[in-house]
């Protein structure tokens, strides 16, 4: 059982806490030839954020049943062991998004009371280049991170929020005189584009780290890197560290209560973001610097619990997690289920 028990540790570390890339960087890689597949689901809210320092709220009116996002995304991981000490991995996210809209997208015109402005398709994803430089009681590993935005990315020079679709049709009318003519009427609409469902960055991150399985019964990593993103002048600076302990229920299973923390500092580097950048237009239309969503800085805190066979070849992790500090950013609340299978 001991041994079953130290080969669980690592494995279930090696899962992704959630879909995003800096949830839970480890130390350690997996075995050439051997593979993991994680299926997940998760929903984000959220009603407030942070802006200089201060937690606020919008009116009732500029909220959709308290929330102005509501985010609900299915998502796909695989790690995979390419050679010894070196893995592949990688997520890819779809979207069922909601934005709460508080004016006419074509008048421009504020509303008496928001409605939810819904999106649905791929966003962001990630594929990651794992190296573990040392094993033993300590081990270490190196990680290069690239998030990318093709598989929702309109490939124009300029970001654009909605897509104008102009139309016409033609009805029967009778004229005084009872003759019948045609009418003609054009009709103006907008949808939004798939550009919204993500940041329409591509990222480069760089990542160090560092964990320790205490007796094969807990474990305690924690990472730290460098995010370098393209045409936003949004570097960031990502640490995080989670652990979990062990505890054997019924016959060679387990259970393992989760921690983690991560912190995302925003560095504001640079100047005016180029035209693609969804965040660097005010509302004047006119650029300007990243001291918002793109660039915030936040702590999250998540828990979970992760229950499966004592020998790692699948587990369900349940978790929910908290947006509990920011400047520049929103508070979310996400909760997730996810199953992981090891071949």
């Not at 949004?234 to 387990?254: C, L, N, R």
């Not at 909760?335 to 299978?341: E, H, K, R």
């Amino acid at each position: 059982m001991r041994l079953l028990l130290r080969l669980t540790i690592p494995l279930l570390a090696l899962g992704f806490l959630i879909h995003d890339a800096y949830a839970g960087v480890g130390p350690w890689a997996q075995s050439a030839g051997k593979a993991r597949l994680t299926f997940g689901y998760s929903r984000k809210t959220a009603g407030s954020r942070w802006t200089n320092g201060t937690l606020t709220t919008p009116a009732d009116s500029q909220l959709v049943d308290g929330h102005f996002h509501d985010f609900r995304y299915a998502y796909l991981s695989f790690e995979v062991g390419v050679i010894d000490n070196l893995e592949l991995s990688g997520t890819i996210n779809y979207l069922w998004g909601y934005e709460a809209v508080t004016s006419d997208p074509i008048t421009k015109k504020p509303l008496p009371k928001a409605f939810f402005e819904y999106n649905n398709g791929f966003t962001d994803s990630w594929l990651n280049l794992k190296y573990q430089v040392l094993k033993g009681e300590y081990p270490v590993a190196v990680e290069v991170s690239t998030r990318f935005p093709d598989l929702y990315n309109d490939p124009s020079p300029v970001y654009t929020r909605y897509k104008t679709q102009a139309y016409s049709y033609a009805t029967a009318e009778k004229t005084p005189d009872g003759r019948d003519t045609i009418v003609k009427h054009s009709v103006s609409t907008q949808t939004p584009t798939s550009e919204w469902r993500g940041l329409l960055k591509r990222d480069l991150g760089i990542f160090a780290a560092v964990g320790h399985s205490f007796d094969g019964k807990a474990y305690v990593q924690s990472s730290l890197g460098y995010n370098f993103r393209q045409g936003a002048f949004a570097d960031q600076v990502i640490f995080s560290i989670d652990g979990g302990y062990t505890i054997p229920v019924m016959k060679e299973w387990t259970v393992m209560p989760k921690v983690a923390f991560d912190y995302t500092g925003g560095l504001g580097n640079g100047g005016i973001p180029d035209s693609t950048d969804r965040f660097g237009q005010s509302s004047s239309g006119i650029p300007q610097k990243n001291s918002n969503f793109n660039n915030g800085r936040y702590g999250r805190l998540y828990g979970s619990l992760i229950l499966g066979p004592a020998d790692g070849r699948y587990a369900l992790d349940l978790g929910i997690g908290k947006w509990i500090f920011g400047n520049g950013a929103v508070q979310y609340t996400e909760t997730y289920a996810q199953f992981s299978y090891q071949f």
